[in-house]
């Protein structure tokens, strides 16, 4: 059947933009783009609540600056698939659909059900921890995806060899569709944990991946190092360049030092080793 919808349009500034998609999924949204100088959030009608959006907004001095309107009623799951391309990572990485025939020529191929979930793919911050990951070495390894979202980083981690991959995922709509997404990619070893911190299984892990927001990320960096195996790697996005100093500053007050760093559309990636 199909759905009505609310559309809010909220002006930002891009070091806003990761924790408003954070705060919107809280709060019900159906899925939230990235539209430059703003974000566009889309809320079905029937769980609309306009001050609970300004009180949230309100933390950011943004309460006065959105603005809303009804969508047309239409199949918003066809809308969706006609707007979602496949990725392409030079020869080695292709992220697709369900609904994308498979292409050949690709040395990993991750097949996702993207449910307007976070992690398709088409972040810069999600190519940025994906080009890291393939200049290491996960033969073997444990690896642990913090925030790991649709299970697209936690796919390839276990295509690239690693032996036991652990999904720690806050939201429960996204572990549900990275659980369903097991079933098109393969997942020996991998398992998705509801929760933060406090869920995240009592070993040590070879490589922790990630990609979350910068205050989270703040906030997450002593239970991850406190987590990795000495002379384990860190990969962490989320982050814009200027804040690239504090990061590697935070990582080392921890115990870690910076291996590398790679920078697109202004977010960065780092690869820190625990000493």
């Known amino acids: 059947m199909n759905q009505e919808y609310i559309t809010v349009l909220i002006p930002c500034l891009d070091e806003q933009k990761e924790i408003l998609c954070a705060e919107l999924d809280v709060l019900g949204s159906d899925g939230v783009w990235d539209k430059g100088t703003e974000v566009e959030a889309y809320f079905p009608k029937e769980i609309w609540d306009q001050k609970v959006l300004y009180d949230m907004l309100s933390n950011y001095g943004l309460e006065n600056s959105f603005h809303i309107s009804t969508l047309e009623d239409k199949n918003w799951n066809q809308e969706w698939e006609s707007g979602f391309d ?114 995240m299984p009592d070993i040590e892990f070879d490589i922790i991946l990630s990609n979350i927001t910068r205050n989270i990320n703040r906030s997450l960096l002593p239970h991850l190092i406190k987590k990795l195996l000495r002379d384990g790697y860190l990969v962490m996005a989320g982050f814009l360049n200027f804040d690239l100093e504090e990061m590697v500053q935070l990582c080392a007050d921890h115990g870690a030092r910076l291996i590398r760093n790679k920078s697109l559309d202004d977010w960065e990636v780092i690869i820190v080793q625990k000493k």
Do not use: C, W
């Open 86 to 199: 496949p990725i392409r990572i030079d020869d080695e990485v292709l992220i697709r659909a369900t609904f994308h025939e498979h292409e050949p020529g690709f040395k990993y191929e991750l097949v996702i059900d993207p449910r307007m979930s976070f992690g398709t793919g088409h972040h810069a911050t999600t190519r940025l921890m994906i080009d890291m990951m393939l200049t290491m070495d996960l033969q073997g390894k444990k690896v642990l995806d913090m925030g790991s979202g649709t299970g697209v980083l936690s796919f390839l981690a276990a295509q690239m060899g690693a032996s036991e991959v652990i999904g720690v995922e806050v939201d429960s709509n996204s572990v549900d569709n990275a659980r369903d997404n097991s079933k098109y990619n393969l997942s020996t070893g991998v398992r998705f944990i509801e929760g933060s911190h406090e869920a």
